[in-house]
């Protein structure tokens, strides 16, 4: 046995963030674990690398093959890195942007007493030796995913953690990484929020709750068989790309940790809940071939994402032939090569294409933050393109955005209200208790219509928090209400649920869709999901190498592709 958890608890000043888990991965064994964020994965993860801050307390054991305690551990020369290594999240921050990809492995291989070569380790991730000499910025998000678990293999670990391998990455390359951590032959814990994406290449699934177990068993019955009705909303709540698959969503979020309620931590949450669950915590007892802790096993439903069912208005964003080129002195690379695009009032077009395709530089076009090289833009009418300083930001005020990263994208030190309101004052007037005041007349409506329909709670509690008191799918909610504050016509999107949990992501669909039909507003959903755009947009349009290769309404696109690259993204989303 590789790796022994014996109810290993992690708290932080009284509150549990770990409780009791027993788990194991055995030789050569891939184990998923997965859950929402809050749900104790990290501090899990933490623990076992010894990178808990000095205010957590640890109990209960983890033994690494039957002799190296990994609890209380002291002195981790010779376990961190040799023993035990980490594929971390986000590939780009684990790796050094001034140092090229050749100096960063010899770094780990000196560091811990590796004895291949660079090369070697490139050609175990199967990249060129060519690599050797790029810098991180050089290559792709899968390229740069595959360094830094060539840069975990060097010190030859007994235990390969990876934290979240393929978040921001696209369904094919995800696939690709994937496949190369299971045919790696280690013992491997893969940490992730995507349950159905590790389904085929995990050898058992350890699904986790509130910091505990909700259910154990073989990754390979998961798509037939599941107890608890927490794995069946995680499984729901993955978007399939087949529109007559319904995509359910989990109601709520995760409990907080000091508002964890006294019986079972999913029961508020849960369709199946009775009295007993709410007042006794089950413990995971044997269930079938699985383990199970649930009072009630058995299938839950969950409420859908909708669809449209109206006809679209008129065209919003009419985009003609736009080309663009980035030019360096060595080189000039063709981003978009005559794209056209429309949007019509209360449609949502997703956007879909791997990294590199063109997808960002047409969306900040379209904001007027990019001008094309060639092409022409229009915004109700107006032609973007042609316009220039206070012309141009009159129209961009028209159109919200979203940001792909709900961390960034607000202000650490301003609070709900402020942030929502921020654009009106941008625009001119005074602020009033975090709500803007014009001349005339108060405008704390539009700033309260912008966050009913956004989702965000009303509660004078919740407006006066600051982002860090808030979840991820909080956060990109806010970020929501303060791009509908200036009441746009066009709102973009851009991987706005990317770095969010499955059953979050359903929930941010859910709003738009509603904000497309209450408000005909028209919406522009980039993402390199396919499953997701199928279930949430009335149209797809797909972008490889800067060209438009499909067009066409989300059923068709999903049952029919005319496109080689269309059916290799449909088969990556659907394996």
Same mark, same amino acid.
């Given at each position: 046995?590789?790796?022994a958890l ?37 501090s899990?993860?933490?623990a ?5 801050p ?10 690494l093959?039957?002799?190296?305690e ?7 020369? *010779? ?33 811990? *007493?590796g ?7 490139l050609?175990?991730? *199967? ?6 000499r ?23 670990p007994?235990?390969l ?11 094919i390359?995800?696939r ?19 349950l159905? !994406? ?12 509130? !910091?505990?177990l ?6 390979g ?5 599941r ?22 969503? %989990?109601?709520?979020?995760a ?42 096993p ?7 994402v ?20 980035y030019?360096?002195r ?11 695009l ?7 077009? !997703?956007?879909?294409?791997e ?9 900040? %076009?379209?904001?007027?933050?990019l001008h094309?090289?060639? !092409? ?12 220039? *300083? ?26 709900v ?15 009033e ?28 509690e ?6 860090g ?6 956060r ?11 009441d ?20 941010i669909a859910?709003?738009?869709r ?22 949430s ?18 059923e ?20």
């Amino acid at each position: 046995m590789t790796l022994a958890l014996n109810e290993l608890t992690v708290g932080y000043g009284g509150l549990i963030a770990v409780d009791g888990i027993n788990l194991d991965v055995a030789d050569s064994e891939i184990v998923a674990l997965v859950g929402e964020s809050g749900c104790g994965k990290t501090s899990l993860v933490r623990a076992l690398l010894g990178l808990l801050p000095r205010t957590a307390t640890v109990t209960g054991s983890a033994l690494l093959d039957g002799e190296h305690e990994l609890t209380g551990r002291v002195d981790w020369r *010779g376990i961190r890195g040799s023993q035990v290594a980490i594929v971390p999240q986000g590939a780009m921050t684990g790796l050094s942007p001034v140092h090229r990809i050749e100096a960063q492995l010899t770094e780990m291989l000196t560091l811990h *007493g590796g004895q291949a070569r660079p090369g070697d380790l490139l050609e175990r991730v *199967g990249l060129q030796h060519g690599m050797l000499r790029r810098y991180p910025h050089e290559l792709s998000g899968g390229q740069r995913q595959r360094v830094a678990i060539a840069l975990a293999l060097a010190g030859e670990p007994r235990l390969l953690i990876a934290d979240e391998p393929t978040t921001g990455l696209d369904a094919i390359t995800q696939r690709q990484v994937l496949a190369l951590l299971s045919g790696l032959a280690i013992s491997t814990l893969i940490v992730s929020h995507d349950l159905a !994406g590790l389904m085929p290449y995990a050898d058992r699934a350890a699904v986790m709750y509130a !910091g505990r177990l909700a259910e154990v068993r073989s990754a390979g019955t998961l798509s037939r068989e599941r107890a608890h009705p927490y794995t069946t909303g995680l499984l729901t709540a993955t978007p399939v790309a087949d529109r007559q698959v319904p995509w359910g969503s %989990i109601p709520g979020s995760a409990p907080a940790l000091d508002l964890l309620p006294d019986g079972c931590g999913f029961a508020p949450r849960c369709p199946l809940a009775t009295d007993r669950c709410t007042s006794e915590q089950p413990r995971l007892r044997p269930y079938g071939e699985a383990q199970v802790a649930c009072h009630h096993p058995d299938e839950a439903t969950y409420p859908v994402v909708p669809r449209a069912e109206h006809a679209q208005g008129p065209p919003v964003v009419r985009v003609t032939q736009v080309r663009h080129a980035y030019r360096t002195r060595s080189r000039t690379v063709e981003a978009l090569r005559g794209v056209d695009l429309d949007i019509h009032a209360g449609e949502i077009v !997703g956007l879909v294409g791997e990294s590199g395709s063109g997808k960002s530089t047409l969306a900040r %076009i379209i904001l007027g933050l990019l001008h094309p090289s060639e !092409g022409q833009v229009e915004i109700a009418g107006e032609d973007l393109t042609a316009r220039r *300083g206070r012309a141009l930001r009159r129209l961009q005020r028209r159109i919200g955005f979203v940001h792909q990263d709900p961390y960034d994208a607000l202000h650490p030190g301003m609070r709900v209200a402020s942030l929502v309101a921020e654009p009106l004052v941008l625009a001119g007037g005074k602020v009033e208790q975090g709500v803007k005041v014009e001349q005339g007349g108060k405008v704390e409506q539009r700033v309260r219509d912008a966050i009913t329909a956004a989702g965000v709670p009303e509660t004078a509690e919740f407006l006066q928090r600051f982002p860090g008191q808030l979840s991820g799918g909080q956060r990109q909610r806010v970020s929501i209400a303060r791009a509908l504050a200036a009441d746009p016509i066009l709102l973009i999107a851009d991987e706005a649920t990317s770095m969010l949990d499955v059953s979050t992501r359903a929930g941010i669909a859910t709003t738009l869709r509603a904000l497309a039909t209450e408000r005909g507003l028209a919406v522009l959903f980039v993402t390199h999901d396919l499953g997701e755009a199928v279930q949430s947009c009335d149209r797809i349009v797909v972008l490889r190498n800067g060209i438009v290769v499909e067009d066409g309404a989300s059923e068709d696109v999903s049952r029919a592709p005319s496109h080689p690259y269309t059916v290799r993204l449909l088969e990556a989303a659907q394996t």
